[in-house]
């Protein structure tokens, strides 16, 4: 037993924090899901855990290709999503709840400094929440009220003497 491994990964190192040149719908797309989730780099992270978890183990997923046996031998495992809710991170969640041993208590600490347990109520709100910010569609919901609603509200301003 091993105590707390503190397991990193970064789903976003691909992304460079540049608006994509040209108008590519995809990185343009990725980008604006990036620029939402707003993650935290892995320097961040590391100075969290230092702060609330010295005596953890940093692993890091993309790095070291033995990370599932290290989390096999831990007490503990300790999620960090760069982001408040792990976008990017549902292959490794399987691959770990396949790798850890039964009894180890699977933690998250997010990129805004919150720490929750890893479970089946959580798993499925992360799903959700996931869904909602990869489909932007409280976003795309909100479109068509906005068409409606401005016209309307910038006609009301002018008839009152506002710019």
């Given at each position: 037993m091993t105590g707390t491994v503190a397991l990193h990964y970064d789903p976003w190192a691909a992304q460079t924090g540049q608006r994509p040149a040209g108008r590519n719908p995809l990185a343009l797309y990725r980008y604006a899901v990036w620029y939402k989730a707003n993650p935290r780099d892995a320097d961040y992270l590391r100075a969290l855990v230092a702060g609330r978890h010295p005596d953890a183990e940093w692993v890091e997923v993309g790095a070291e290709a033995d990370w599932e046996a290290r989390v096999a031998a831990a007490d503990r495992v300790l999620l960090l999503y760069p982001d408040?809710?792990?976008?990017?991170?549902?292959?490794?969640?399987?691959?770990?709840?396949?790798?850890?041993?039964?009894g180890c208590a699977i933690d998250v600490l997010n990129g805004r400094q919150r720490?929750?347990?890893?479970?089946?109520?959580?798993?499925?709100?992360?799903?959700?929440r996931r869904f909602l910010e990869w489909t932007m569609l409280p976003e795309l919901l909100f479109l068509p009220v906005f068409l409606v609603a401005t016209p309307i509200l910038w006609t009301i301003d002018l008839l009152r003497g506002r710019r």
């Open positions: 408040a809710i792990g976008l990017g991170f549902s292959r490794i969640e399987t691959r770990l709840a396949g790798a850890v041993r039964p720490e929750f347990h890893w479970d089946s109520a959580a798993q499925g709100a992360l799903r959700r």
